[in-house]
């Protein structure tokens, strides 16, 4: 098993570019989400969903778009790139209730700098 | 909403114990969990604690208490490969926040 799939692993975007970042999962998750982590900053939540057609926005939503057109996908886009977006990214998901909502499992994750 | 207190830093020898602090603030509880995530690596998934109590897994237990608001992670019999970051995550709302972690130094 795969688990939580990322690409790209790093990418280096100029201010004002447009990019996916993809996330795919094969563990059959209905709950799939993205964080950011900045030093210092510990995990905060971009967006999450709890099954495919279904997305939410999390802590931190501005300047990022998702959708979930099938159970096992989840791309990040970053529609007009910041500086201040630049972070690692990280994808997650688990089966999304009960106890198991509390069991992320997470890609490897994608670091992005946008100069 | 949701928050998170952890403290930031702590050094100890092999073989020692470290706990590490969690108090949260929350209008619905719904689980407190915990994260270890090495240096360059994603976090992963430690302990989980539902209801007040200690839950042990091997050399990790995490202890909750919900009329304190509050959980630990003991680590004990530190070995250098527990050099990493700890994260509380408390869920509510389908979603998980979590802490802004704590770095675990162990040394020889």
């Known amino acids: 098993n795969a688990g939580v799939t990322q690409t790209p692993k790093f990418q280096v975007l100029k201010t004002g570019q447009s990019m996916t970042l993809q996330c795919a999962q094969d563990m059959n998750h209905e709950y799939m989400s993205w964080y950011r982590q900045d030093p210092g900053m510990g995990l905060r939540l971009i967006h999450y969903?709890?099954?495919?057609?279904?997305?939410d926005q999390g802590e931190v939503p501005n300047g990022y778009n998702v959708s979930r057109s099938t159970t096992e996908d989840f791309p990040l886009r970053l529609l007009s790139a910041a500086p201040s977006q630049t972070s690692v990214y990280f994808c997650a998901s688990s089966y999304g209730s009960g106890t198991g909502a509390n069991v992320l499992t997470f890609g490897a994750g994608s670091r992005l700098t946008v100069l | 909403g949701q928050s998170l207190e952890q403290p930031s830093e702590v050094t100890a020898v092999e073989g020692a114990i470290v706990q590490i602090n969690c108090t949260y603030q929350t209008s619905g509880f719904y689980g407190l969990s915990w994260y270890q995530q090495h240096d360059g690596g994603a976090p992963t998934f430690l302990s989980y604690n539902g209801l007040d109590g200690l839950e042990e897994t091997g050399r990790f237990s995490s202890f909750l208490s919900r009329s304190d608001s509050y959980g630990y992670l003991l680590l004990q019999e530190l070995q250098m490969k527990d050099s990493a970051s700890y994260f509380c995550a408390l869920y509510g709302n389908n979603r998980l926040a979590f802490g802004k972690g704590n770095q675990v130094v162990v040394i020889p």
């Open positions: 969903s709890v099954g495919a057609g279904i997305t």
